[in-house]
């Protein structure tokens, strides 16, 4: 079975950075055949859950962004994709929220068709 735990979630002031990660573990042959993909989602109170940033480790697959972080934000991973990060920058208050890894087949954008996720760390932004 897939497990997917992430970590790095804090409290910063506006401006600020955090680097969170996510390590995958367990299910290597359930793996290799079902995540080309991974990335990050994240959700505020109230909101619904929005799609941040995607790596693949397909060649033909590029990088992708919400635009709303382009700019901000970058996601990497690791060979052979068993972890991924995303290192953001010049943090603002709407930018909080409970952030999500996630893994599957690229591009990763409907939450609904995507079957790991994390329990989430939590991104508080504060002025």
């Known amino acids: 079975q897939v497990q997917l735990v992430e970590s790095g979630g804090d409290s910063v002031q506006v401006g600020g950075s955090l680097r969170l990660s996510c390590a995958t573990s367990?299910?290597?042959?359930?793996?290799?055949?079902?995540?080309?993909?991974m990335g990050w989602f994240r959700q505020a109170p109230g909101k619904e859950r929005e799609w941040v940033a995607t790596?693949?480790?397909?060649?033909?697959?590029?990088?992708t962004y919400a635009d709303s972080v382009k700019g901000r934000f970058t996601i990497s991973r690791d060979n052979p994709m068993r972890a991924v990060y995303l290192q953001m920058r010049n943090l603002q208050p709407e930018d909080s929220g409970l952030y999500y890894c996630?893994?599957?087949?690229?591009?990763?954008?409907?939450?609904?068709?995507?079957?790991?996720w994390g329990q989430g760390t939590q991104v508080t932004v504060s002025s």
């Open positions: 790596v693949s480790n397909r060649p033909s697959a590029p990088t």
């Open positions: 996630v893994a599957g087949y690229w591009p990763l954008r409907d939450p609904e068709t995507i079957d790991y």
């Open positions: 367990g299910g290597s042959y359930e793996y290799r055949y079902n995540v080309n993909s």
